[in-house]
């Protein structure tokens, strides 16, 4: 089932905002409506949140994104359509029914951090658990637990005033862990911070993510962050959703010139990765072929190496032209004496800026392997170096090394 479902959502402010909603589905631009004395701040917009993934709104100031967020947990209603948590229609529940989705679906973390000044590190982090009714000792339990998972061990007994702005955001991180909830929003959540705190925050929720699987649902002005974070992207601008995509798709199939602009300065060898760039073996060999059909293959492609594989395509090394002639002079009927298993491989989320290390250190090319062992593919050292002009294309003029 999807976690977050959002349907055809509008919010409009000011006058007249049912008409507006209706100008806007009829096709009036934003400008239009804000004449007639309306203010659209989110346009009719539908996506899906997938259970424990990372999904990121991002958008300038004034892109909607904030209010949208709000719609997710109730607390603006939409003027019009649907928000969809676990199945349930919030949008059209009582005050009571909302508050137990609230208190047991989603929790939030605010960019201010909000904690209650007057209460420990420890009453803040169980703070939702107070406000539930569960009992003490086994909320300041939860508490611990999760204070540990956010590095705050030993720090309970302290009070907001003595930590530091990234310790205070690791105490609102660990009061939503101690809700339980399985959906976590997300708003501005690590924009208050310095560059170097913000890091930290943003390796803190990936590894937490790792471990926990949240669906968070996260909201950035910062494209970086953004990248970095999501397994998917939605960017907003004037209210309305103008491309839903991964990293990659967004880089490189940008929906239209706004987006194209927004993109332009990315990094791109910290987001395109080695799946991206991948291309099939010229020559696997299964572990089950002798060394004749290994040195026919490798004549036939005119190659000094080839991929071993086993019959589920788990990579088990390489073999050489040398030692394949070797093998059949010797009439040997297996493979196994004579493969390498001491491989160059890298995962296929690996970011290109990684890889070119591994790259100019094998003389073959880099073996692409899953989770599961399987061989994916291979990146050929000039198709790497083909990425990369392609990199370079992509970037304005003034950021291309010459």
């Avoid at 658990?129 to 611990?144: F, S």
């Amino acid at each position: 089932m999807t976690a977050v479902r959002a349907e055809g959502l509008f919010k409009v402010f000011g006058r007249g905002a049912d008409d507006a909603v209706q100008r806007l589905r009829d096709g009036a631009s934003r400008a239009d409506v804000v004449a007639q004395g309306a203010t659209p701040a989110v346009i009719d917009a539908s996506f899906e949140v997938q259970p424990g993934e990372i999904f990121v709104v991002m958008g300038l100031s004034g892109s909607g994104k904030s209010t949208l967020i709000r719609m997710l947990n109730g607390l603006w209603e939409p003027t019009a359509g649907h928000v969809y948590v676990d199945g349930v229609d919030i949008s059209g529940i009582d005050a009571g029914e909302l508050r137990r989705v609230r208190q047991q679906k989603i929790s939030m973390v605010f960019q201010h951090f909000a904690l209650l000044p007057h209460r420990t590190v420890a009453e803040n982090a169980a703070y939702a658990l107070d406000i539930q009714g569960v009992p003490k000792d086994e909320r300041r339990a939860k508490a611990a637990e999760a204070l540990e998972l956010v590095g705050l061990r030993g720090w309970e007994d302290r009070y907001p005033a003595q930590l530091s702005g990234g310790m205070q955001q690791r105490v609102g991180l660990a009061r939503a862990l101690t809700a339980g909830s399985d959906i976590m929003l997300m708003d501005e959540a690590f924009s208050a911070l310095d560059p170097l705190i913000r890091r930290e925050m943003q390796d803190q929720l990936l590894e937490l993510q790792a471990s926990l699987g949240k669906t968070v649902v996260f909201i950035t002005h910062d494209l970086n962050e953004a990248m970095r974070l999501g397994d998917r992207i939605a960017v907003m601008r004037d209210g309305r959703i103008v491309q839903v995509g991964t990293a990659e798709e967004v880089l490189r199939d940008p929906a239209n010139d706004y987006v194209a602009q927004f993109v332009a300065d990315v990094d791109r060898t910290r987001v395109l990765t080695a799946s991206s760039v991948m291309v099939p073996a010229q020559l696997e060999v299964n572990i089950s072929a002798g060394p004749r059909v290994a040195l026919h293959g490798m004549r036939d492609k005119q190659l000094s190496a080839a991929f071993v594989v086993a019959r589920d395509r788990k990579l088990r090394g390489v073999v050489r032209d040398d030692d394949v002639v070797a093998a059949v002079n010797r009439g040997d009927s297996t493979l196994e004496s004579i493969i390498v298993s001491d491989v160059a491989s890298v995962h296929p989320d690996t970011v290109l800026a990684e890889l070119f290390a591994p790259s100019a250190e094998s003389v073959l090319p880099l073996a692409v392997v899953g989770d599961d062992g399987r061989l994916l593919g291979v990146i050929p050292r000039v198709t790497l170096l083909t990425a990369m002009a392609s990199v370079a294309e992509a970037l304005p003029e003034a950021e291309v090394v010459r």
